[in-house]
């Protein structure tokens, strides 16, 4: 054996005691993110991964098709694949149950959930938020609401209070208790109830799952329990500029001059105090 080769081995074993005499501790490997939880404290919302979204937090819960729009399409599903060439006439799924078992950005994959057929319904986030119900949201919301006495704490821009007779749009009910009895799903179409008020209406654009309230002006309005922020406030505590529009009065009651502060400066109105 030459010299050269001698080093060489000599260099090698002399190495791997060196390494060995040191603790690397654990491999790191990389993990893959886990999809969102659905939490039921909002309708239909997409789950965004920079420049792209889905609806996979949403698997296997399930929804009502109540149609307000007419703007969501359903197609075949056949062999795992979308059949765009043969659609399914929506009024005929009116009512009906559904289960979410994948989707994508362009909408969602269902399956019946008595015949378990399977069809795509094709639409954008929003018409998707107004024209099915997720049960996990509505039962959320029939848990919280009825019973419990609520002051309008905000005002941001979208949020709305109809008669509820009439479903004309009314003034901010400031300063009043109101009591909710009711949740109900409202499947008035207004922008052709109201065409004249269509521009900047909130009701045509947001999940139907609304509150039928109690207040001294009024023998009954309503709202939509989604834009009130009520359910989903608990995501963003802390936050003044995401507070509730709708607050349970003993919350409301216990705010203090800095969350009132705060609600001013980032909102640049408000109606409660």
């Not at 060196?18 to 993990?31: I, L, N, R």
Request: glycine letters at 4%; one cysteine or more.
């Amino acid at each position: 054996m030459t010299m050269k080769k001698i080093a060489f081995f000599s260099l090698l074993f002399f190495t791997q005691i060196a390494y060995a005499q040191f603790d690397y501790g654990v491999d790191v490997k990389k993990e893959e993110p886990k999809p969102p939880v659905y939490d039921g404290l909002s309708n239909i919302e997409a789950n965004f991964h920079q420049i792209t979204f889905d609806y996979k937090h949403l698997n296997n819960e399930e929804v009502v098709y109540i149609g307000i729009t007419d703007k969501t399409d359903f197609y075949e599903i056949v062999s795992n694949k979308v059949n765009y060439s043969q659609s399914i006439d929506r009024n005929k799924l009116k009512g009906k149950t559904f289960i979410i078992y994948d989707s994508g950005q362009s909408g969602l994959c269902l399956k019946e959930k008595t015949t378990q057929k399977t069809i795509f319904a094709s639409a954008s986030s929003d018409e998707l938020n107004i024209d099915f119900i997720c049960m996990k949201f509505y039962n959320n919301a029939k848990n919280y609401f009825p019973g419990k006495v609520f002051r309008m704490r905000r005002y941001d821009g979208i949020h709305q209070y109809r008669d509820y007779e009439t479903r004309k749009i009314i003034d901010d009910p400031r300063n009043v208790d109101l009591k909710c009895i009711e949740v109900i799903v409202d499947t008035v179409n207004y922008s052709r109830l109201f065409p004249e008020d269509f521009v900047g209406d909130a009701s045509a654009y947001c999940c139907r799952v609304a509150l039928v309230l109690e207040t001294p002006q009024h023998k009954k309005i309503l709202t939509h329990a989604e834009r009130a922020h009520t359910l989903e406030a608990p995501r963003h505590k802390g936050d003044y500029s995401w507070g509730p529009c709708l607050q349970e009065k003993s919350e409301f009651l216990k705010l203090t001059p800095q969350q009132i502060k705060e609600d001013r400066r980032v909102l640049g109105r408000y109606t409660s105090y």
